[in-house]
């Protein structure tokens, strides 16, 4: 049966505390979550200080399409946990493959999941404990925005060990983003491709696209290497 809606504020032991660390006053008083909140950060060693994020501007070379969808079966079979709003295309397709596999996945909407009908691809995972939904938007906000979802993208690098940001087109807001999260000090990595060269300059780093020969949480070049 899938968990009702649960409300979690800084006062709560399950409050994920290094949120402020990276959005200072514009952290989250409230964080509504429906699913296994023993999948928050620092509640579950499942994790294993390895959540990815996932993040993709909605315009994206097709070749980068296809990397992203190896990475996402690659994370897949090597259980990797993963975050992310999914609501760009390349998103949603990752979140299409993640969700075949049983490693925890965390779904963050760009709007309240009050009311937020359920998709039926999600009910399995939530049925087996290994998804949590979780905004930080109250019952106003029933409608995402580019605003919104700003704010989500923070929270939800906020939250990840690793950020992937498989394309960002160039004067987007993703590529913005990368920019403050970055200037965070929060491992950013993308793929090796002139598209992402404005990822590189701003510092990101090169992820392989197969994971194969390495263990579950590695599968990266040298972290203090650049592209």
Request: glycine fraction near 6%; charged fraction near 20%; hydrophobic fraction near 40%.
């Amino acid at each position: 049966m899938t968990q009702a809606i649960q409300h979690i504020t800084q006062k709560d032991t399950n409050y994920p505390t290094g949120l402020r660390q990276y959005l200072k006053t514009e952290t989250p008083g409230t964080i509504w979550t429906r699913g296994s909140v023993d999948l928050l950060p620092g509640q579950n060693a499942t994790l294993n200080g390895d959540l990815w994020a996932l993040f993709c501007s909605s315009k994206c070379p097709g070749e980068i399409i296809l990397k992203a969808h190896d990475l996402a079966q690659e994370f897949r079979e090597a259980g990797i946990p993963t975050i992310g709003g999914y609501h760009s295309p390349v998103e949603q397709e990752c979140l299409r493959v993640l969700l075949r596999g049983s490693q925890p996945i965390l779904i963050s909407p760009a709007r309240s999941i009050e009311n937020m009908r359920l998709k039926s691809a999600w009910k399995d995972a939530l049925s087996e404990e290994r998804l949590l939904i979780l905004s930080i938007f109250g019952s106003r906000h029933q409608r995402s925005t580019a605003a919104l979802a700003h704010q989500r993208n923070l929270f939800v690098a906020a939250l990840a060990d690793k950020i992937c940001i498989a394309h960002a087109a160039e004067d987007s807001k993703i590529l913005e983003f990368a920019r403050i999260v970055l200037a965070w000090g929060k491992p950013v990595f993308t793929f090796e491709t002139p598209a992402n060269d404005s990822l590189f300059q701003l510092g990101a780093r090169w992820i392989q696209t197969s994971l194969s020969e390495f263990p579950p949480t590695e599968g990266l070049n040298d972290p203090t290497e650049n592209r």
